[in-house]
């Protein structure tokens, strides 16, 4: 395992603006302990979904059910889903409780955990372990058990080791994926960090 940084607290993941929260978390690290062992990689892609009145959000009018409840939690817990009914994506459900907002985490560099990565990623190249929201969650063993999980736990957490991705290294751009959602399939809450 490598040197731990500052585990984040339930502040951190209380900002009203899931936009704002998206930024903050490019360049943290996500952190996994799994049965098979210890991963880690720092986030460098995430996209922001805004809540009840975002409608490429799962809480879109505010919509209730037993998938989405988890997003109407305290910031600060797991929301992981299941897309096209087999790739696990892992969201940051961030604001105040009932906000509905979350951040998808996109990409991650992997920093820990490379040949337990490269087991589970057989025959994939290192850069493209986890270049994907569905391959975030192959490379660091997040599986839909995660689900619900408080983030200030010991299974998964995300770490602050001071690293502070340059302004100008950060793009912005739309979200991928959600043109159903009309005029917010343009709103440009996709951070992409290229270092």
């Known amino acids: 395992m490598m040197a731990s940084g500052r585990k ?10 899931s936009v704002r929260a998206a930024r903050f978390f490019l360049g943290k690290v996500l952190c996994v302990q799994a049965p098979d062992g210890y991963a880690e990689g720092v986030m460098i ?5 805004g809540g009840r009145r975002d409608a490429a959000s799962h809480a879109f009018g505010n919509r209730r059910t037993a998938r989405t409840e988890i997003m109407f939690a305290p910031g600060g817990v797991a929301y992981v889903y299941l897309c096209y009914g087999m790739h696990r994506l892992f ?7 009932d906000s509905a907002q979350a951040v998808l985490v996109r990409a991650v560099k992997i920093t ?5 990565v490269r087991k589970r990623r057989v025959g994939v190249a290192e850069k493209d372990w986890a270049s994907g ?5 192959a490379a660091l063993g997040i599986e839909m058990h995660h689900n619900r999980h408080d983030l200030l736990g010991e ?14 290294q950060v793009k912005r ?16 809450w996709r951070f992409v960090w290229s270092p």
């Open 112 to 116: 820990a955990g490379h040949e337990l």
């Open 91 to 97: 969201n940051i459900v961030t604001g105040p409780v």
């Open 8 to 17: 984040l607290v339930r502040a951190d993941y209380a900002d009203p603006r």
């Open 173 to 188: 751009t739309p979200r991928i994926g959600v043109d159903y959602a009309g005029v917010w399939a343009l709103k440009p």
């Open 45 to 49: 892609e995430t996209e922001a979904y």
């Open 133 to 137: 929201p569905g391959r975030v969650c």
């Open 155 to 168: 299974t998964i957490w995300i770490e602050d080791r001071g690293i502070v991705p340059p302004a100008r």
